[in-house]
């Protein structure tokens, strides 16, 4: 079973900066497909990006620009920097995995079969 703790959430001023960090354990962390995602209150859980095991990425529409995902496979952590940010991404972000080594990038929530869970990040305007 993998376990994912995810840290770096807070409060940030609009324009400011948070980088998010989702450690996991229990598991073999190169063969991990992780995502991010969020989701605000009353609304539905939302893509925002993923990284393969190969360690290709993608980036959701809505923070493409903005938001960029690494991983350090020999921390077992990934992050998500989140630059220029504004009120409307006030949610609890959601770091998921999933090991089946899919040939395809995994945007959908139903596509990973670990979640953490979940941190808040909160933007002041």
């Known amino acids: 079973q993998v376990q994912l703790v995810e840290s770096g959430g807070g409060l940030v001023q609009a324009g400011g900066s948070l980088r998010l960090s989702c450690t996991a354990s229990?598991?073999?962390?190169?063969?991990?497909?992780m995502g991010w995602f969020r989701q605000a209150p009353g609304k539905e859980r939302v893509f925002l990006a993923t990284?393969?095991?190969?360690?290709?990425?993608i980036i959701g529409d809505s923070v493409k620009g903005r938001f960029t995902i690494s991983r350090d496979n020999a921390k077992n952590t990934v992050y998500l920097q989140m630059n220029s940010l504004k009120p409307e991404d006030t949610a609890v972000y959601y770091c998921?995995?999933?090991?089946?080594?899919?040939?395809?990038?995994?945007?959908?929530?139903?596509?990973?079969?670990?979640w953490g869970q979940g941190t808040q990040v909160t933007v002041s305007s």
């Open positions: 998921a995995a999933d090991d089946r080594q899919r040939a395809w990038y995994l945007t959908d929530v139903g596509e990973y079969y670990y």
């Open positions: 229990g598991g073999g962390f190169n063969i991990l497909d």
């Open positions: 990284i393969r095991w190969s360690g290709t990425n």
